[in-house]
């Protein structure tokens, strides 16, 4: 509906009004409905493409002027141009690249907000998770659940560079934010290495755990030898015209999401493969773990390569082309929204 002509006596009149109310702290409706229940997703995010190459030497610098003891997390935070000055890469997550050298730890402590590692480049570094080391490998997907303590060290010979993926800009909404610190820099091992993996990871599970559906999951690393097995393995059959050979990682004792907040997804496009137009509501976090090729979000080109991270905000739409066999990562707050009922999605 068109907007009213207002003589300017009128005009005055409905300003001088604002101004009054303005002082009880009110605010006309009419003047931001347009804004606040808008016919489709405005998200202020814009499409962003981070070159690993280019960006790996000042990961590396960091590293020169700066202790991970003095930092407690040495992170570059990867920030959305359109949302520069707000720690987030859409609105409701965080990414940033984390550098640990050889010899270094990364003091434990913990926080409620929950976390995801992707290791890119390096190995030979661990997180430990409520006492339990797992050794990080690149394409290794490791997660940190909400209050969970945990710590980085790397006792090998080589830096190590993993992608962060938290929900901060979610928890500062809800204004639900603690986090703690130990008097010990590293915990004690209280189970060996790959024992989750083991016990709720397997196809079994102890007989007497029943957790919720909310729960988060006790296996806290998807090995990327695994995840790459089990979609080379799916990749003869015919892909998805809009979203090639694409899996959802899960809790294995419950089905959902590793993780209430955060959805993490692998995706494999065989050489050549172009998807159609695809758009959601959950802007989405990508990482290139193999190949190469485009990313067309509307009518921006982004050509993205092995370690780079680009990101799709909510009901953009989206088209891949993979110049050679490509796998990709990516991440989202696809299960808040499907919790509350929100998410959406449209293939074109």
């Known amino acids: 509906m068109a907007a009213a002509v207002l003589s300017p006596d009128a005009a005055r009149e409905r300003r001088d009004y604002y101004d009054r109310i303005g002082r009880h702290s009110m605010t006309p409706l009419w003047e931001v409905l347009g804004a606040l229940v808008p016919p489709a997703p405005r998200s202020p995010a814009a499409p962003a493409l981070w070159r690993y190459a280019e960006v790996r030497d ?31 890469i859409t609105q409701s997550l965080y990414a940033g690249l984390q550098l640990i050298l050889p010899g270094e730890v990364a003091p434990a402590h913990r926080h409620a907000q929950s976390a995801l590692r992707l290791v890119l480049d390096g190995e030979g570094a661990y997180t430990a998770v409520d006492g339990e080391r797992t050794t990080m490998r690149r394409g290794d997907f490791i997660i940190t659940p909400a209050w969970t303590w945990h710590d980085h060290g790397n006792p090998g010979e080589q830096p190590v560079v993993w992608l962060d993926g938290l929900d901060i800009p979610l928890v500062r909404f809800l204004d639900a934010g603690f986090a703690e610190k130990t008097e010990q820099a590293v915990q004690q091992p209280l189970r060996p290495e790959g024992d989750a993996l083991a016990r709720y990871g397997s196809n079994m599970v102890p007989v007497d755990f029943h957790p919720a559906p909310q729960e988060p999951t006790r296996v806290f690393v998807y090995p990327y030898e ?27 004792a419950t089905g959902a999401s590793p993780m209430p907040t955060m959805g993490a997804f692998a995706q494999w496009l065989p050489s050549g493969f172009d998807t159609q137009p695809y758009r959601s509501t959950d802007g989405t976090v990508y990482v ?21 991270v680009l990101v799709v905000p909510s009901w953009h739409t989206l088209r891949l082309h993979a110049g050679r066999d490509t796998l990709l990562f990516s991440y989202s707050d696809r299960p808040v929204q499907q919790a509350l009922g929100l998410w959406r999605e449209q293939r074109l």
């Open 226 to 252: 695994r995840t790459r097995a089990a979609l080379r393995a799916i990749a003869g059959g015919t892909p998805d015209p809009h979203l090639g050979f694409k899996q959802r990682f899960v809790n294995p």
């Open 58 to 88: 000042q990961v590396m610098e960091a590293g020169r002027l700066i202790s991970a003891e003095e930092a407690e997390r040495r992170v570059l935070v990867l920030e959305n141009p359109a949302l520069r000055g707000q720690s987030c």
């Open 288 to 308: 290139c773990l193999e190949g190469e090729g485009e990313a067309i979000v509307g009518e921006q080109v982004l050509r993205f390569a092995e370690n780079d």
